[in-house]
């Protein structure tokens, strides 16, 4: 298992680790297989998305805030709850195929950390395995 | 393949379900590897989140119920369509890695059923393959 | 690797490709083992929800619009941004346990290509790993 470390910088945002991604895959000597990408945090996730035009993550951070505000009949006293669900929509656990080395992506594809309650450091774990 | 089966009590909840994946992959006598999950379920789903204050469990309810409430358009008989929404936006197919014979999780990170139309009898399906 | 093609007819759509996928286990002679599905597109995704009621599909475009709509603070000159969203909100990434060379789902489960930003050409990517 490797790690990904990300140091985030502001409340949300998305973070393209596609060249660390790539950089394990390289390690791990795997030809032919699958990439798997764990995130162990509960107010971040991992999503695949748009790597060109910036404002697909800008819009993708507006719609994700208007989609999971903060609500009056929330509990958990860290006033996080948005971030946690926001958490849960895009998914802690991803995966990618691999082929002759390298990960297998759609030509506007990347892979992001999503902080949702950043600034933190923040680890993705990464398992790739031949198959 | 082994089998999580969980007694849901209510309409909506999450039920953690972490011993129980610990239990599978020590059965599996996997050291190394993917331990892969799966909800047969349209009105269910997995999802990962925080696993020490149940107020979190209780906001994220809240906040799919405002994500995804009953609507006027819609046209499903059994009206159970916004459940039917919470169980693709959670996700049917999650997996964790596997080390030294456990599930490495973060600190705060619990597995979770989301049920969303209970109370029903549900069932995880639960794979461990060594890698 | 194999590759399963959709031709979208319209906007926003589900498309069933549990047929395809099970003809791919088929091909791969993969008794016992994951079957692994990457959606290579940005505004289009994957999800498990019901095969039977095709009013679910529709309800769960309804909701889905009403989630993500167009937003007046997007930028993206492309004006799909709610596509974009609802492409994470789903996943590219799922898998389905395989056994006796066949896909394991519920009863009333399928697979389905989630279209937000069509009529278009569509692939799926699928990978069968013996586990």
């Keep these: ?5 990300v140091a985030t910088k502001s409340r ?5 680790i596609t060249a660390e991604v790539r950089t394990a895959i390289t390690r791990s000597g795997v030809q032919e ?12 996730g991992l999503t695949f998305n748009e790597n060109w035009d910036p404002n ?6 507006v719609g ?9 009949a929330y509990r958990h006293a860290e006033m996080n709850s948005p971030a946690h669900i926001k958490s849960s929509l ?12 390298r990960p297998v992506l759609g030509s ?4 992001y950390l999503a ?17």
């Excluded at 297989?33 to 971040?44: D, E, K, M, R, S």
């Excluded at 506007?108 to 892979?111: K, P, R």
Aim: net charge neutral.
């Design 1 to 5: 298992m490797e790690r990904i470390e």
């Design 12 to 16: 949300q945002g998305f973070y393209d």
């Design 33 to 44: 297989g699958i990439c798997f990408l764990f995130c162990p945090h509960t107010t971040a």
């Design 56 to 61: 697909v993550r800008h819009d993708l951070g």
């Design 64 to 72: 994700l805030d208007a989609i999971s505000p903060q609500r009056t």
């Design 90 to 101: 895009m998914g802690a656990s991803q995966f990618l195929l691999v082929e002759k080395g």
């Design 108 to 111: 506007w594809q990347g892979v």
């Design 115 to 131: 902080e949702f309650d950043g600034p933190r450091r923040r680890t993705v774990w990464v398992k790739v395995v031949a198959g």
